[in-house]
């Protein structure tokens, strides 16, 4: 089992930068794919970006492409959204997700097992 905990959220500015963390505990991220999902008000929820367990393959929905990075630093255990060029359209709750050995369907939210808390994202316009 892992336990997953984000931080980093808050109210911006549009234009401005966030980096948000995923902390994990119970287990190595090493087996793990790793993804973040949000969630806006009356929305779905939706992928952002990901990183597959092996090879480490990156992937981003399209809205984010150019602006948001995802990366792990798997000896921290944590794993990183670098969100740049913030828009007010960006304004969710950011979830952090787990997929044990995960290569394929690093985008479906229906793959992954363990689900973070959530993180505010608030960018005023």
């Known amino acids: 089992q892992v336990q997953l905990v984000e931080s980093g959220g808050g109210l911006v500015q549009a234009g401005d930068s966030l980096r948000l963390s995923c902390a994990a505990s119970?287990?190595?991220?090493?087996?793990?794919?790793m993804a973040w999902f949000r969630q806006a008000p009356v929305k779905e929820r939706e992928f952002v970006a990901g990183?597959?367990?092996?090879?480490?393959?990156?992937y981003y929905a399209g809205s984010v492409k150019g602006r948001f990075t995802i990366s792990r630093e798997n000896a921290k255990r944590t794993v990183y959204l670098q969100m740049n060029s913030l828009n007010p359209e960006d304004t969710a709750v950011y979830y952090c997700?787990?997929?044990?050995?995960?290569?394929?369907?690093?985008?479906?939210?229906?793959?992954?097992?363990?689900w973070g808390q959530g993180t505010q994202v608030t960018v005023s316009s």
């Open positions: 997700a787990a997929q044990f050995r995960g290569t394929y369907g690093v985008t479906d939210l229906n793959k992954y097992a363990h």
């Open positions: 990183i597959s367990w092996s090879p480490p393959s990156t």
């Open positions: 119970g287990r190595t991220l090493s087996n793990y794919a």
